[in-house]
């Protein structure tokens, strides 16, 4: 059964930073990249980053577009999440998921999913 799990998220306040990370493990860990998407209360989950597993392509959202960037570390199977210049809306449970067959930005591609990570951003 693979697992992720995430982990970095917080408090802070409007225009800081914080980086979110994303470890998998399982016995059969195999995928074509893995993304970030977002929840906030009220809302659908949307789609914020993926990253390609072998050729590190990346894909963003519009919205955290030039603000955040997804970062791989193969060997240790993780994936990260540096948000820069952070808005009130980036407030959200944040989830780390996998994308078996190929990097996209359909929620619905993507097979296993962490648990979240909450991220608070003040005005």
């Known amino acids: 059964q693979v697992q992720l799990a995430e982990s970095g998220g917080g408090l802070v306040q409007a225009g800081g930073s914080l980086r979110l990370s994303c470890a998998g493990s399982g016995p059969t860990l195999s995928f074509s990249g893995m993304g970030w998407s977002r929840q906030a209360p009220g809302k659908e989950r949307e789609f914020i980053a993926a990253?390609?597993?072998?050729?590190?392509?990346?894909i963003y959202a519009d919205s955290v577009k030039d603000r955040f960037t997804i970062s791989r570390e193969n060997a240790k199977n993780t994936v990260y999440l540096q948000m820069n210049s952070q808005k009130p809306e980036d407030t959200a449970v944040y989830y780390c998921?996998?994308?078996?067959?190929?990097?996209?930005?359909?929620?619905?591609?993507?097979?296993?999913w962490g648990q979240g990570t909450q991220v608070t951003v003040s005005s």
């Open positions: 998921a996998t994308a078996r067959l190929k990097l996209t930005p359909h929620l619905i591609e993507y097979d296993y």
């Open positions: 990253i390609g597993w072998s050729l590190g392509r990346t």
